[in-house]
C-alpha cells in the first residue's frame, strides 16, 4: 500500500461510558479521531443487543465527524432509512447476513442510492474471494479480526494474512483507494503490523475508551506507534 497514506483511527463507543456519551465521543474528536465506529447489534446475528437510531442520533448531535454503523444484525437493509435519518454516513453490512453476491449487490444500490457510502464485514471464517466480486462495489472492507459480539477480545493476528489477500487483490483490480479496516483488537503493540498488511482505517475500542488514559492520549499513543 502507498506507504504516505494518512491512517485512519476509528474509535468504537462499545466500551464508552454511555452516561457520559456526548463527552466521551467530543474526547475522541479533539483527541485526533478521524471517524466513529458506531456497533449496532440486535440480538440475533449476534448474542448482544447494544443500540440503534436514537443513540446514533444523539452521536451525531455530539460530533461532525463521519459516522459509520456497524451493522452486527441479521437483516440489515430494514434499517438503511432509518440509521441514515438518525445520520449515518456509512452503512457496514455482514457477508454473512445476506444470501449472496446478488443480494450484497442489492444492497450496496440501496445504500448508494440513500446518498450513503456502504461497506461489508467479514467474519473470521468467511475466506477473502467470498468478496472478490464486489470490492468494485463497496467504499470500505472491513476485515473482522475477532468473533464479533464483545470488544475487548485479542485480535486473532493469524488473520492479518486475509487483509494481505484482499488488499492485494484489490490493487490488482485497480482499486488502490478502496480502504480496509480491521476491527477487532487494534492496540498501540499490533497497530503497525495492521498497516503492513494492507490496512488503511484501524476500528479501536478497548484502546481508546479504557480506564488507564483518556481518548486523547490514548489516540497518540496509537499514532505514536504508527510511527514507529
Ligand atoms: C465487536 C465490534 C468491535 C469492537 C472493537 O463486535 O465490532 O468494533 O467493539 O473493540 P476492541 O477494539 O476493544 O476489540
Ligand atoms: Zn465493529
Not at 10 to 20: E, K, N, Y
Not at 122 to 128: E, K, L, R, S, V
Request: proline content about 6%; glycine content about 10%.
Amino acid at each position: 500500500m502507498n506507504a504516505s497514506r494518512h491512517i485512519e483511527i476509528a474509535p468504537s463507543i462499545l466500551t464508552a461510558d454511555f452516561g457520559r456519551l456526548t463527552q466521551q465521543v467530543r474526547a475522541a474528536e479533539r483527541g485526533g479521531a478521524d471517524l466513529l465506529h458506531l456497533d449496532v447489534m440486535d440480538g440475533h446475528f449476534v448474542p448482544r443487543i447494544t443500540f440503534g437510531d436514537p443513540l446514533i442520533a444523539a452521536v451525531r448531535g455530539a460530533t461532525s465527524l463521519p459516522i459509520e454503523v456497524h451493522m452486527m444484525v441479521e437483516s440489515p437493509g430494514e434499517y438503511f432509512e432509518s440509521f441514515a435519518e438518525a445520520g449515518a454516513d456509512r452503512f457496514i453490512f455482514h457477508f454473512e447476513a445476506v444470501t449472496g453476491v446478488s443480494e450484497a449487490d442489492a444492497l450496496i444500490s440501496r445504500g448508494h442510492r440513500l446518498g450513503k457510502q456502504v461497506g461489508i464485514a467479514i467474519n473470521p471464517a468467511t475466506p477473502p474471494w467470498a468478496v472478490f466480486p464486489l470490492l468494485d462495489r463497496i467504499d470500505e472492507l472491513v476485515v473482522m479480526l475477532i468473533e464479533p459480539g464483545w470488544g475487548g477480545q485479542p485480535m486473532q493476528a493469524d488473520l492479518l494474512s486475509k487483509v494481505g489477500l484482499l488488499e492485494a487483490r484489490s490493487r490488482t483490480d485497480g482499486l488502490t483507494e478502496l480502504p480496509i479496516e480491521v476491527d477487532g483488537g487494534v492496540k498501540p503493540e499490533n497497530a503497525a503490523a495492521c498497516v503492513r498488511a494492507g490496512a488503511s482505517v484501524l476500528v479501536a475500542g478497548s484502546a481508546v475508551y479504557n480506564d488507564q488514559e483518556t481518548p486523547r492520549q490514548a489516540i497518540s499513543r496509537l499514532r505514536r506507534a504508527l510511527r514507529g
